[in-house]
Nanobody, 126 residues
Framework: EVQLVESGGGLVQAGGSLRLSCAASGITHADYAIGWFRQAPGKERESISCVSNNGRHSYYTNSVKGRFTISRDSAKNTVDLQMNSLKPEDTAIYYC???????????????????WGQGTEVTVSS
C-alpha cells in the first residue's frame, strides 16, 4: 500500500521559513514523481512544486519561484520542500502526492498523481 506522510507544518511569521517533509512507503522511489500541492481556504487546490522520479527535473509555480526548493533523497524515501520568505498568502494545507510513470510534460498536472498524503497545515501571520 502506498502511504505518504507530511510533516513540518506550523505557524510562522511572514518572512520566516519552514521545511516540509514527505515520507513515502510502499513505493519504489525511482518509479514515482513526487509533488507538493496546497489548498488555501476558499480556493482550489494548486500545484506548487514537483520533482521527477529520478530527481533531475522539477517544476515550480510562478508564485513560489525563488522562494521554495524541492529536493528528494531516494535512500531515505523522503521529499522535502524548503520554504523561505513566507507570505500570508502561502497559508494553506500542504499535501504531497506520488505519481507513477509521470513524464516531464505531466509534471505540473495534478491528474498525474494518484496517491496523496493527509496534509500538513501551514499558517503565515502578517
Amino acid at each position: 500500500e502506498v502511504q505518504l506522510v507530511e510533516s513540518g507544518g506550523g505557524l510562522v511569521q511572514a518572512g520566516g521559513s519552514l521545511r516540509l517533509s514527505c515520507a513515502a512507503s510502499g513505493i519504489t522511489h525511482a518509479d514515482y514523481a513526487i509533488g507538493w500541492f496546497r489548498q488555501a481556504p476558499g480556493k482550489e487546490r494548486e500545484s506548487i512544486s514537483c520533482v521527477s522520479n529520478n530527481g533531475r527535473h522539477s517544476y515550480y509555480t510562478n508564485s513560489v519561484k525563488g522562494r521554495f526548493t524541492i529536493s528528494r533523497d531516494s535512500a531515505k524515501n523522503t521529499v522535502d520542500l524548503q520554504m523561505n520568505s513566507l507570505k500570508p498568502e502561502d497559508t494553506a494545507i500542504y499535501y504531497c502526492a506520488a505519481g507513477r510513470g509521470v513524464i516531464l510534460s505531466q509534471l505540473r498536472r495534478q491528474e498525474a498523481f494518484g496517491s496523496w498524503g493527509q496534509g500538513t497545515e501551514v499558517t503565515v501571520s502578517s
